[in-house]
């Protein structure tokens, strides 16, 4: 059978193939035999590596936002050689009497208190080597810098960590514990349940409501439904805001309606160990702030230390946590 033959039968061949006759196989063997046997191991393909592509983008692995200072601001209080701060706040006092010429009753005059924070120093340390770098140049890696990208970052949790809950054992509290703070109330009741994720849109508008309520309670006519105010609330709930009520109208529209002045922030740290938290803050009365958030020192970067065939460092941040002025001002809800 000749070539042009085979295509009927479906198999085609590369043009200008031939079939291979006998003196042609003989000259084929010929030419092999020649080189004689083979010395190297049979390959059948190239070192993968070869066909490997390396982007030479760096992904972060992200960390959950440090968003305390969303609610308070943050202030600097003495320097990182501070170990206390001291506060002071005056009450007026006094009372009246009925007038009379020769009467001296009834008296006035005030009353000084001077609470105090203590200073809680952290630190971190951060090592490279000769040869760490080297080996990690050869990735595209600038392994001195992402250590130091690394510490940074570690102070910073560090810090917004003590903003929400303060040091144990020291007159350091968080915006979240702070004894001086009014305990929380509970959520309304819900036909579903108390929780957002189990009421409707007016149901939780209702919980707002009582949050309002409870902070005009608390400020004592200092406080109305004008006042500017910043509402914390947990990550995991903020979801909740779009739900819809019976007549379409969005949550998060019909509160910007009602109250001008609210700013919601969410926290992730506000979903606590004893349920959702949500705070209420009002910013200022009469030009004082509510509380501040009191560092010391930030960051300090204390040298770089040259070793053998290494180098070190070590950072350090100072922070007195969450300075309440006016706790009366925050009114709190546990259990959304």
Not at 102 to 117: D, I, K, L, T, V
Not at 145 to 166: P, T, V, W
Not at 264 to 280: D, H, R, Y
Request: proline share 4%; aromatic share 8%.
């Amino acid at each position: 059978m000749k070539l042009d033959q085979l295509s009927q039968y479906g198999i085609h061949l590369a043009y200008g193939a031939e079939l291979l006759d006998e003196p042609a196989k003989t000259k084929l063997v010929a030419a092999m035999d020649a080189a004689g046997p083979m010395v190297t191991a049979p390959n059948n393909g190239i070192p993968a590596m070869l066909t490997n592509y390396f982007d030479p983008r760096v992904i972060e692995i992200l960390v959950s936002p440090m968003k305390s200072e969303m609610l308070y601001s943050a202030v600097q209080k003495g320097d990182w050689a501070t170990d206390t701060a001291t506060f002071m706040t005056v009450e007026s006092t006094g009372e009246t009497a009925t007038y009379g010429d020769y009467s001296e009753n009834g008296m006035s005059g005030h009353n000084a208190n001077f609470p105090q924070r203590q200073n809680y120093g952290f630190q971190t340390n951060t090592q490279w080597g000769d040869k760490q770098m080297a080996k990690a140049a050869k990735a595209r890696l600038d392994y001195a810098s992402r250590q130091q990208i690394a510490s940074a970052l570690i102070l910073r949790k560090k810090e917004n960590a003590i903003n929400l809950f303060g040091v144990a054992g020291l007159q350091n509290y968080g915006l979240t514990n702070d004894p001086s703070l009014i305990a929380p109330i509970a959520p309304t009741v819900g036909a579903g349940g108390n929780t957002w994720a189990l009421k409707t849109a007016d149901e939780i508008y209702a919980d707002f409501v009582a949050l309002w309520d409870q902070a005009i309670l608390q400020g004592n006519g200092l406080v109305d439904t004008d006042a500017k105010v910043t509402v914390g609330i947990p990550t995991v709930v903020s979801g909740n805001l779009t739900k819809q009520n019976s007549f379409g109208q969005v949550l998060k529209d019909r509160l910007k309606l009602a109250y001008e002045n609210m700013t919601i922030v969410t926290i992730p740290e506000f979903a606590t160990g004893g349920g959702n938290l949500m705070q209420m803050i009002v910013e200022e009365v009469e030009g004082q702030p509510t509380g501040e958030l009191g560092y010391a020192e930030r960051m300090r970067a204390h040298g770089v230390v040259r070793h053998s065939s290494y180098y070190s460092e070590k950072k350090s941040g100072h922070n007195f946590g969450a300075i309440i002025y006016r706790p009366i001002f925050v009114s709190q809800m546990l259990g959304i």
